[in-house]
């Protein structure tokens, strides 16, 4: 088991935590338990020389609610001199090798290395009695060479109405520069706020290499995503929807191609003419009977959750790209394709 708390030693909010892991060490044996504590050693410029009270001083606090921490990761923006890392040792109570400096890197796939080089992952295994092969980081390491040369660059536009909070996108954020990695270039994110694209036009989408909408709730901006869905269909430019980002290139093409003016969702406008995004009403449960729900059911009774089987188009994009004409993927929404309206042989 794995347990990571947050927060700063000796505030209120996370003396229970902390409690907790003290009263679990003690069921379960400290041989079976290992603390591992993250602390701040700052450099101060105007002494020119990293300071070691802070570490010392919440080290003090966790021996005040009862917690030896067996290993100390003293983040900095350099490395930690071998000298403090012993001073911090002595008046902790911790083993030197059991020390750790990380200081500040460029890039967070190069950390694994860099504990990996002081003997922390040695020292966990023998804390312990694990026998374990060294790691080989040797693909790990090519990744890393990888984001340092990259072969190309690329732009997306992520369009949105949150981005003012990029965290609201962080694992979108991350999948793009994962798929980066994977194809060896850097991609630059072009945070685009929908609602911009409403006032000042597409033309703010220019020079863009793809486009992506991500999920969202609420009508605020959505024009704005569906006249940059139709931007990116008119100028063939690549283009990932993402739920409401996958719902509102339907209502484009709905709109300005299948000639179904003034289409949209029923959860922005319940009594549109073609309402080619709606609500889901009708459920199929796992002996195949029918059960009907409406907007003034439960919200948790109206959402379609979890793993869902999905029928692949064999001339498909998605078909070539899993393989396989039927998969499974996970669902969590309230607002699908209408089927009262498809075309049914």
């Known amino acids: 088991m794995l347990v990571e708390i947050g927060g700063t030693v000796g505030d209120i909010e996370s003396l229970p935590f902390l409690e907790a892991i003290r009263q679990m060490a003690v069921e379960i044996g400290r041989e079976h338990t290992l603390f591992m504590h993250l602390t701040l050693v700052p450099y101060m410029a105007a002494a020119g020389e990293v300071k070691t009270?802070?570490?010392?001083?919440?080290?003090?606090?966790?021996?005040?609610?009862?917690?030896?921490?067996?290993?100390?990761?003293?983040?900095?923006?350099?490395?930690?001199?071998?000298?403090e890392r012993a001073k911090?040792?002595?008046?902790?109570?911790?083993?030197?090798?059991?020390?750790?400096?990380?200081?500040?890197?460029?890039?967070?796939y190069k950390i694994p290395g860099l504990l990996k080089s002081q003997g922390l992952d040695d020292y966990i295994?023998?804390?312990?009695?694990?026998?374990?092969?060294?790691?080989?980081?040797?693909?790990?390491?090519?990744?890393?060479?990888?984001?340092a040369n990259p072969a190309g660059e690329v732009t997306i536009g992520m369009v949105g109405k949150y981005i003012e909070?990029?965290?609201?996108?962080?694992?979108?954020?991350?999948?793009?520069?994962?798929?980066?990695?994977?194809?060896?270039?850097?991609?630059?994110?072009?945070?685009?706020?929908?609602?911009d694209v409403e006032t000042r036009g597409v033309e703010i989408l220019k020079d863009l290499d793809a486009i992506l909408i991500p999920g969202g709730f609420g009508y605020r901006g959505v024009e704005g995503k569906i006249a940059t869905a139709r931007y990116a269909r008119e100028n063939n430019i690549p283009y990932l929807g993402i739920c409401l980002g996958m719902q509102v290139a339907l209502i484009e093409f709905a709109r300005n191609v299948a000639g179904m003016e003034n289409a949209n969702s029923t959860e922005f406008v319940p009594d549109c003419k073609y309402p080619v995004v709606a609500l889901i009403t009708e459920w199929r449960d796992e002996d195949g009977n029918v059960e009907v729900r409406s907007e003034k059911s439960d919200l948790g009774g109206t959402m379609?959750?979890?793993?869902?089987?999905?029928?692949?188009?064999?001339?498909?994009?998605?078909?070539?790209?899993?393989?396989?004409?039927?998969i499974t993927e996970r669902h969590r929404h309230r607002y699908e394709v209408n089927n009262m309206l498809l075309k049914t042989d």
């Not at 295994?125 to 984001?147: D, M």
């Not at 994977?182 to 991609?187: P, S």
């Open 53 to 83: 009270k802070p570490t010392q001083h919440s080290v003090k606090e966790l021996l005040s609610i009862g917690i030896q921490p067996d290993i100390l990761i003293c983040r900095s923006d350099r490395a930690v001199p071998a000298n």
């Open 88 to 108: 911090i040792a002595l008046f902790c109570n911790v083993p030197e090798k059991a020390v750790i400096s990380l200081k500040d890197v460029d890039s967070i």
């Open 125 to 147: 295994c023998k804390r312990f009695s694990l026998t374990c092969p060294e790691a080989n980081l040797a693909e790990w390491e090519q990744v890393i060479y990888e984001e």
């Open 165 to 195: 909070l990029p965290d609201a996108y962080k694992s979108v954020i991350e999948a793009l520069k994962h798929g980066g990695l994977k194809n060896r270039v850097t991609v630059n994110i072009k945070l685009i706020d929908s609602q």
């Open 304 to 326: 379609r959750l979890g793993a869902q089987q999905c029928q692949l188009s064999d001339d498909s994009l998605v078909r070539q790209l899993y393989g396989e004409p039927t």
